[in-house]
């Protein structure tokens, strides 16, 4: 390693979602690869709490109950919970194995780590959309509690939105200014952040597309399906990308896997949800499925960088630049993949995928962003 120094990565690599977790992975392990030693900081930071309690949820969710008004619903909201605490398992599992993470920390100590990391690089994913933290936290992924500018440097955080409020643009305009380098992970992002800044801002890939299929595949647990089947993950609440899968089934007759992030479409489709599928499981879940069905960004890179058929939608209704909607449309461009995206309504086929040039196409991104992650180890 180089000369023994230690680079600290700032991320969401603790929150259960499967392009979240694998991104995280996917960053150490480029890193890695180059021939350094990185580790993310792991600091009490947490998603905003809801405006209601758990405990008052659960005290209405049993009113309800009693009132015999949504005795499935209750039902179903168990049995979901009871998916989700076996999915939770494995990321758990994953988690010990593959995050490498520094011993805990409150956020208030933030400062003290200065000096024990040569850089910190605020990692990918939404680190820097504003939604998705409380603003003491939005401030954290923005290193607004680094003295020397000098070690500040991001690598593919996403905005994941097209249109941003004054105020968050006058939060990146404070803390940004000194970053030794930024880019970012799509073409919105790096527009917004270059007026902002009055700088060029570099674009470069997710880092789940950094490693190649054959090094996911390493890190894959097989999970048991004998027959040949479809692919559907669904982030969002529309059931018609689950019929648009379901009808694909039917037409090329494939069995279905589902796995949802919404109660409703649990309830909706649970005789197709699989039990206690983490990081590694779903890598052998796309791995292994004749098409991807989804509304999620990285199950379509993840389908782009296996080289399977897939079928992208909108996670949020209204247009593409509705909320984090673009980024997926973004990518699809990069790779003269327009065509896999669908609107809800549409329901006809495409052709299967000739990836021959896709795969150039990756390979060249995929040097470029490596030799930028490259200069920022370096610098």
Known sequence: YHKMEKIALISYQFAYNYGTCLQAYALWKAINNIGYSSEYVNFDWKFPTQEISL???????AKEYLGGVKHRRFKATVEFKLLQSSNKQQFDKFRKLHIHE??????????????????FIVGSDQTWNPDCVSEKFFRIFLLSFLKNSQKKYAYAPSIGKSVLDEYTLALFKQYLNDFSRISCRETNGCRILSKVLNQDIYKVLDPTLLLNKAEWEKIEIHHAHSQKYI?????????????FAKSLANRKSL????????VNIYQEYK???????????FLSLIHHCEYVVTDSFHGSIFSINYNKNFYSFLKRNGDETQGDNSRITDMLKTFGLENRFKND??????????????????????????????SILKD
């Open 55 to 61: 405990f008052e949820k659960y005290i209405q969710t």
């Open 102 to 119: 520094s011993k805990y920390i409150k956020s208030y100590q933030l400062p003290d780590i200065e000096n024990s990391y040569s850089k």
């Open 271 to 281: 005789q197709y949800v699989p039990k206690g599928i983490g990081p590694s499981e």
């Open 345 to 374: 309504n549409d329901t006809t086929e495409e052709t299967d995928i000739n990836y021959q040039t896709i795969n150039k196409i990756l390979q060249q991104e995929r040097d470029k962003s490596i030799n930028y992650l490259l």
């Open 255 to 262: 069995n279905l896997i589902i796995l949802p992030a919404s």
């Open 231 to 243: 692919l559907c993950y669904i982030l969002g609440e529309k059931k018609s990308i689950c019929e």
